[in-house]
């Protein structure tokens, strides 16, 4: 069986920033507002769903958001966002950054080819990710401030 990282096991490999540097900028304002662990909850639990939030008077120990994040982390998603939708992303960039990680981390002890069988990839896919740099994707704005000095 191939080696697939779970989305939970993100902050062990990675500080929270680089984590929220990875998530689309849309929900990385969720995770700043409710913390990377319970941002990570929600997408292992609800991932490339849209998510209704309550609204603060209708948040309750029995919702299925307080289930995954927290009764006080529901409360603060209800503060901002409460009354709408949210985009749960499915982690790709995540989970795949922390494959890459581990591939470049055995490939000091293992042949490229153990590492293809033992992550199921290709050859050319373990040659691709050894050679190239890790750069994680940062979330930054393109946009020139118009009134900046």
Do not use: C, W
């Amino acid at each position: 069986m191939a080696y697939r990282p779970h989305i939970t096991d993100a902050q062990q490999v990675f500080s929270d920033q680089e984590i929220i540097n990875l998530m689309p900028k849309s929900y990385a304002f969720v995770a700043r507002l409710i913390g990377v662990e319970a941002a990570l909850n929600l997408i292992h639990a609800f991932g490339g769903t849209r998510l209704f939030v309550p609204a603060k008077h209708a948040v309750n120990v029995q919702h299925e958001i307080t289930h995954v994040v927290g009764l006080k982390a529901l409360q603060m998603m209800a503060d901002q966002l409460g009354k709408t939708y949210i985009e749960i992303p499915m982690g790709t960039p995540i989970t795949t950054a922390m494959r890459n990680k581990a591939v470049r981390e055995a490939s000091k002890k293992e042949s490229n080819t153990k590492l293809a069988r033992k992550f199921g990839l290709t050859l050319r896919s373990i040659r691709t990710i050894l050679s190239t740099e890790e750069k994680l994707k940062k979330n930054e704005d393109r946009n020139y401030d118009l009134f900046a000095n």
